[in-house]
């Protein structure tokens, strides 16, 4: 199955110029969501993952699953305010101004073994910052996965050295 077929496209959202890749018809059906799990899931067996961390929102649908999938632990990473016990924070720069993650501080031991999972990686600033803070925990960034890319926007080279994969690349 073609999952970017599976991806809409929204023009001008969240505002004028911007086209909005929609993953909701894809997880609409369940098989392209089995799919899609499953190849993010080949990508990361080798590396012995053992922490999915995923950004919020959308990165949580999949990030769970595939952690799941991986037989790996599920670390969401949110913004400020959400999670109850002790953090660790991050703040990273967007193309509109500052945003900020957070994850618990006893998210993982250290030397943990850690995938960073996110629906979409465009300029990898979020990608980024996940990184920087799993890092800052002594979390090892065995990979970062993504279902789409925006590949014009070279976010996987900030994520170097760390491998990038994603499944639907858009240019």
Do not use: W
């Not at 850690?114 to 800052?136: C, N, R, S, Y």
């Not at 990979?143 to 900030?158: K, M, Q, S, V």
Request: proline share 5%; aromatic share 6%; charged share 25%.
């Amino acid at each position: 199955m073609d999952l970017k077929n599976l991806i809409r496209d929204v023009p001008d959202f969240p505002r004028e110029g911007i086209t909005f890749r929609d993953i909701t018809p894809l997880l609409l059906d369940p098989k392209a969501v089995d799919q899609a799990v499953e190849e993010m899931a080949r990508f990361a067996e080798s590396r012995g993952v053992e922490i999915v961390v995923a950004a919020e929102a959308r990165g949580f649908i999949l990030g769970g699953a595939l952690a799941r999938r991986l037989g790996a632990g599920f670390v969401p990473a949110r913004k400020p305010g959400r999670l109850p016990a002790k953090t660790v924070s991050v703040e990273y720069e967007l193309e509109y101004g500052l945003d900020e993650l957070q994850l618990h501080a006893d998210a993982f031991e250290s030397g943990t073994k850690v995938l960073v999972h996110d629906d979409l990686i465009a300029t990898g600033g979020t990608a980024e910052a996940v990184v920087k803070i799993v890092e800052g925990l002594g979390g090892d960034v065995v990979g970062c996965g993504f279902l789409i890319e925006l590949a014009g926007l070279n976010g996987r080279d900030r994520l170097a050295p760390h491998e990038v994969h994603s499944l639907i690349s858009y240019d």
